[in-house]
């Protein structure tokens, strides 16, 4: 019975996502399970074709094949490990981070749009079912390699249980926003350090100028650790809140994190008394983009600048509260 209901499920939902059509699905030239290693490439700060190909289970001739076609698009680099010569470091490059964050936004847009059909009543419900069935398979499936408890190994991926919580400011969680932030950046998108310098003037003005009833940080977790923050701080202009610094580690991303901090910057802009909550941001971030869009800001100025040591196009956002 439980093999029968898991093949239906399973052609169902494969149909549902477009899974087998994925390329037309999100017009995209990648395969889904090339679009898997570029995901797995862009969320993880060093990664060997070795640790690649055990964690998406693909066979190492048809993964060296994929490897050396996304070099030839000049979409990856490939050299030797610096903790272990005989081991191979893949890295994507610039183009290959702009193919993936297009990737993912256009597989953010296709699961909201999923959502958007869903009753709002029936959405909590659908996202335990969801967490339960992982749950269940991943406690009972895993091989003896977890230590023998039927648990996973920890690799800083998802987590047992997927638990939410936003918080306020803790000792320590400032300079953790300065640090993650200068990190995720730099490996991502290849950002200097000037880009540590202005997180940390922001937050040290946060930390030195802080009116508790105008001002707010966030921090979220997940299971219990430091999985992303946003700040909401008064803007020069009179009535104007501004977020700055939203971030997800991308170890925590896949959560609705993102959504949850952006959601509660607005509502506490709202409650504060602003009536315009405004943004500044990157193109090249679809990701946080997407996030904003669907909350409800509207692009309103663009501006091409040579910041943190890359050639970027600055984005003016608001929203009217």
């Known amino acids: 019975m439980a093999v029968r209901e898991i093949r239906e499920f399973n052609r169902f939902y494969t ?12 017009h995209t030239p990648f395969t889904l399970t090339e679009a898997r290693v ?9 990664t060997d074709a070795a640790d690649l190909r055990v964690e998406l289970s693909l066979d190492a001739g048809h993964l060296s094949r994929m490897l050396a076609k996304f ?33 993912e936004e256009r597989s953010e847009e296709a699961v909201g749009s999923l959502v958007d059909r869903i009753r709002p009543q029936d ?38 249980a ?36 202005l997180v940390a003037q922001i937050v040290a003005d946060f930390a030195a100028h802080r009116d508790p009833e105008r001002d707010a940080v966030w921090i979220a ?20 809140a501004r977020l700055r610094l939203l971030l997800v580690d991308p170890a925590a991303r896949g959560h609705g994190i993102g959504k949850l901090l952006v959601d509660e910057c607005i509502a506490f802009a709202r409650s504060a008394g602003y009536t315009d909550l405004v943004l500044w941001t ?18 309103v100025a663009e501006q091409r600048h040579h910041s943190f040591g890359r050639e970027l196009m600055g984005q003016d956002w608001h929203l009217a509260l």
């Open 71 to 103: 070099e030839e698009r000049q979409l990856v680099t490939r050299g030797p490990s610096e903790q272990d010569a005989r081991r191979q470091r893949i890295e994507l490059t610039t183009h290959g981070r702009q193919a993936a964050s297009l990737l």
């Open 282 to 299: 990157n193109g090249i971030l679809a990701g946080a983009r997407t996030i904003y869009q669907r909350a409800g800001f509207e692009l």
């Open 221 to 240: 977790e997940l299971d219990g650790r430091r999985a992303g923050c946003v700040f909401c701080v008064r803007d020069k202009e009179p009535g104007t």
């Open 38 to 46: 570029l995901y797995e490439l862009a969320h993880a700060p060093r």
């Open 123 to 160: 959405r909590p419900r659908l996202s335990e079912a969801m967490r339960t069935v992982r749950e269940i398979l991943r406690d009972n499936t895993v091989s003896g390699d977890s230590g023998g408890d039927g648990r996973a190994p920890a690799t800083g991926g998802e987590p047992s």
């Open 162 to 197: 997927s638990r939410v919580v936003l918080r306020g400011a803790r000792p320590g969680d400032l300079g953790w926003s300065i640090e993650r932030n200068a990190e995720v950046y730099a490996t991502e998108f290849g950002w200097n350090e000037e880009y540590e310098a």
């Open 15 to 26: 149909n549902l996502i477009g899974a087998l059509d994925y390329s037309r699905h999100l």
